[in-house]
Nanobody, 124 residues
Framework: QVQLVESGGGLVQPGGSLRLSCAPS????????MGWYRQAPGKERELVAA???????NIQDSVKGRFTVSLDSAKNTGYLQMNSLIPEDTAVYYC??????????????????WGQGTQVTVSS
C-alpha cells in the first residue's frame, strides 16, 4: 500500500517562507511526477504547482514568482518551496504523485496517490 508522507507545514508570518516535502513510504516506490494542491476553508481544492516526468513545471499565476516545485529523484522526495507568503496562501496543502513500483521484472505503474495534507497558516 502506497502512502505519501507530507511534512513542513506550520504557522508563518506574512513575508515568510516554508518548504513542504512529500515522499512515499517504502523504498520500492518511486515518484516521477507530482502536483501540489491546496484547499482553503469553504473553497475547492486547486492546483498550485506541478512537475512532470521530464522536469517541466506548471505554476499557478497567483503564486508565480513566489513558489517553486521540484522533484529530487536521488532522495525520491518532492518539494514545494513557498516564499513571500501572504495570508491568502493559508490552506491545507496536498501532494499528488504518480507512483511507480520497482519489482524484479521491472517497473509497475501504480497510478496517482494523495498525501495526507499539511496545514499552512500565514498570519501575524
Amino acid at each position: 500500500q502506497v502512502q505519501l508522507v507530507e511534512s513542513g507545514g506550520g504557522l508563518v508570518q506574512p513575508g515568510g517562507s516554508l518548504r513542504l516535502s512529500c515522499a512515499p513510504s517504502g523504498s520500492i516506490f518511486y515518484m516521477n511526477a507530482m502536483g501540489w494542491y491546496r484547499q482553503a476553508p469553504g473553497k475547492e481544492r486547486e492546483l498550485v504547482a506541478a512537475i512532470n516526468s521530464v522536469g517541466s513545471t506548471n505554476i499557478q499565476d497567483s503564486v508565480k514568482g513566489r513558489f517553486t516545485v521540484s522533484l529530487d529523484s536521488a532522495k525520491n522526495t518532492g518539494y514545494l518551496q513557498m516564499n513571500s507568503l501572504i495570508p491568502e496562501d493559508t490552506a491545507v496543502y496536498y501532494c499528488n504523485a504518480h507512483v511507480l513500483k520497482t519489482t524484479n521484472t521491472g517497473w509497475v505503474d501504480l497510478g496517482n496517490y494523495w498525501g495526507q495534507g499539511t496545514q499552512v497558516t500565514v498570519s501575524s
